[in-house]
T-cell receptor
């Protein structure tokens, strides 16, 4: 079974620009989550989509948005980029097991550098 | 806000030694996951622990969930250079948001 794929792997943008990142989950997984990883803050939850609906959201400004398509693929958009948005953006797909057990499978990430 | 505190932050030991890293919280979690992340890659799921007191083994790695489901530990026996990486614990908070600890960066010296 193919893993989670993310495109592009690397991206360099200028302050003020906007960017769209893409994630294809594992086949059959309907939940896709996005995370921002920085050396100082670690992995921080951005949002989760399930069956095209945002099910949960972290504490990030409205410049960060996402969506999920009917085939479970997801995109994340960041508008008006700031230097502090430089980070590794990780996508994870999951299948929720019995109860509230979350086992997530991560893609390799998109390394975004804002200059 | 529920937090997961991992300790130590950094650990560098010689090949063949044993080590334990910890994941602690003041809150109860329904389950905890451990991941390992290597540079330039996404985290890879190692194990999920669910029941208080549960112990799971993955070759030389032993994972334990605290009786009160507030803490977990990862013990590595006879560490090898291939164990080098960032070890992360994660759990779902009461709002079903996944929170991660900041990780333990482990370096095994050959």
């Amino acid at each position: 079974k193919a893993g989670v794929t993310q495109t592009p792997r690397y991206l360099i943008k200028t302050r003020g620009q906007q960017v769209t990142l893409s994630c294809s989950p594992i086949s059959g997984h309907r939940s896709v989550s996005w995370y921002q990883q920085t050396p100082g803050q670690g992995l921080q939850f951005l949002f989760e989509y399930f069956s095209e609906t945002q099910r949960n959201k972290g504490n990030f400004p409205g410049r960060f948005s996402g969506r999920q398509f009917s085939n479970s693929r997801s995109e994340m958009n960041v508008s008006t980029l700031e230097l502090g948005d430089s980070a590794l953006y990780l996508c994870a797909s999951s299948t929720q097991l019995a109860g509230v057990i979350y086992e997530q499978y991560f893609g390799p990430g998109t390394r975004l550098t804002v200059t | 806000t529920q937090l997961l505190e991992q300790s130590p932050q950094f650990l560098s030991i010689q090949e063949g030694e044993n080590l334990t890293v910890y994941c602690n919280s003041s809150s109860v979690f329904s389950s905890l996951q451990w991941y390992r992340q290597e540079p330039g890659e996404g985290p890879v799921l190692l194990v999920t622990v669910v029941t208080g007191g549960e112990v799971k083994k993955l070759k030389r790695l032993t994972f334990q969930f605290g009786d009160a489901r507030k803490d977990s530990s990862l013990h590595i026996t006879a560490a090898q250079p291939g164990d080098t990486g960032l070890y992360l614990c994660a759990g779902a908070d009461r709002d079903d948001k996944i929170i991660f600890g900041k990780g333990t960066r482990l370096h095994i010296l050959p």
